[in-house]
């Protein structure tokens, strides 16, 4: 079933692109739009590689995958020479799963929260291993699209992530924590343009989410925080539905509903997909 996953030569250069959902404060739908813009590309007929970077493993468990033993850890361990001693018997043909159709998932678990300290003594670039893993493995050239769902963090995983984007959507409610958070993934990001070591991901816009347009203060947050990120788009709030809340409590995406509610869903994550394909189509 995993033919594709065999390495090959190509003469030009990968067209796949690699996006992520990124925020440091928690809470905010990182996984819910990841998870809904993963099958929103899919609709438009995008193959899409989702890959969880979240110990939580949040995003694995919303696409109801058969438990698997190994995991994107497992890979990583396995990509960087220097840690043979720790390498599995893990092929990456073994751990991506079909799971929606024109979608595959590499799954994460708990052993991803020692990433860290199981590479603090390499050698080799730390802040690359995922983006090397990526390229090395040519994912990028099997697949459209790579969504990557990351940690509430800001630590060594989330750096692995942005150096290995393209592009990065940033999920936010509007409040002064969630603004918080935007401030300090964005430091991360400007300290890897200052690094030097590989592209600054695009900034693709932010995603108002679980949005309560009738309270006074809401507005009032959400007008400030569109004033300070003012450098790139603003998409059309999410607001907090309970259609929102069913389509995730029964691990589904609002692409797999009929209901008027959903089709409004539907058509806000095909204009932010949209809105994807026309920004990543900039990047050289």
């Known amino acids: 079933m995993l033919k594709f996953l065999k390495k090959f030569e190509t003469e030009q250069a990968p067209s796949g692109k690699v996006i992520a959902l990124m925020n440091q404060k928690g809470g905010v739908g990182k996984t819910t739009m990841a998870f809904n813009m993963a ?36 890979l990583l361990v396995n990509s960087i020479k220097e840690l043979r001693a720790l390498h599995t018997d893990c092929l990456l043909s073994e751990v991506v799963q079909t799971v929606r159709p024109n979608i595959d998932l590499i799954a994460s678990g708990q052993e991803l929260s020692g990433f860290e300290l199981t590479v603090a003594g390499i050698s080799s670039p730390r802040q690359l291993i995922l983006k090397k893993f990526i390229e090395r493995n040519n994912l990028n050239s099997i697949y459209d699209y ?23 959507l940033y999920p936010f409610i509007p409040d002064s924590f969630s603004e918080q958070g935007l401030r300090n993934i964005q430091q991360v990001v400007e300290d890897i343009d200052d690094m030097g070591i590989t592209n600054t991901p695009k ?7 679980l949005f309560e347009n009738r309270r006074k203060q809401t507005n009032i947050d959400f007008e400030k925080i569109k004033d300070r990120f003012n450098e790139a788009e603003v998409f059309m709030p999410f607001k907090n539905k309970a259609s929102f809340a069913k389509s995730m409590s029964s691990k589904k995406s609002v692409f797999d509903f009929e209901a008027s509610d959903y089709k409004d869903l539907q058509r806000q994550f095909l204009v932010m997909a949209e809105a994807v394909e026309t920004k990543l189509g900039e990047v050289q």
């Open 39 to 74: 099958h929103a590309l899919s609709a438009k007929g995008h193959k899409v590689l989702c890959i969880d970077m979240d110990p939580q493993f949040n995003f694995t468990s919303l696409f109801d995958a058969p438990k698997n033993d190994k995991n994107i850890f497992h």
């Open 203 to 209: 900034n693709l816009g932010y995603i108002p989410n």
């Open 146 to 168: 790579i969504v990557i769902d990351g940690p509430p963090t800001l630590g060594l995983i989330v750096v692995n992530i942005l150096c290995a984007t393209d592009g990065v």
